[in-house]
Nanobody, 122 residues
Framework: QVQLVESGGGLVQAGGSLRLSCAASGRTFSNYCMGWFRQAPGKEREFVAAISWIGRSKNYSDSVKGRFTISRDNAKKTVYLQMNSLKPEDTAVYYC???????????????WGQGTQVTVSS
């Protein structure tokens, strides 16, 4: 089992920045690829970014590429999502998740956090 707890969400104006953190506990963190997903009201959960086991590979959705950066610190068992140039359409609940393989699809992820709200005002 892997337990995931997100933090760092909040209210920010358009153009601002936030950094989300996801702290893991349980099984060996470096055995898992990590991903960030988001779900806006009335919409399906969507992929945001993923990072491989030691951070060598990263993948981003087109909507956040160039604005968001995913990173991880295996010693701290934490994955981060640095979000810059935020837009109102980035408003959503953001979830981190853990998977055994480097994937961008929801069904590849076995463990999920409870989510953290990000609200971007115009």
């Amino acid at each position: 089992q892997v337990q995931l707890v997100e933090s760092g969400g909040g209210l920010v104006q358009a153009g601002g920045s936030l950094r989300l953190s996801c702290a893991a506990s349980g099984r060996t963190f470096s055995n898992y690829c990590m991903g960030w997903f988001r779900q806006a009201p009335g919409k399906e959960r969507e992929f945001v970014a993923a990072i491989s086991w030691i951070g060598r590979s990263k993948n981003y959705s087109d909507s956040v590429k160039g604005r968001f950066t995913i990173s991880r610190d295996n010693a701290k068992k934490t994955v981060y999502l640095q979000m810059n140039s935020l837009k109102p359409e980035d408003t959503a609940v953001y979830y981190c998740a853990a998977a055994e393989n480097f994937r961008a699809t929801i069904d590849a992820y076995d463990y999920w956090g409870q989510g953290t709200q990000v609200t971007v005002s115009s």
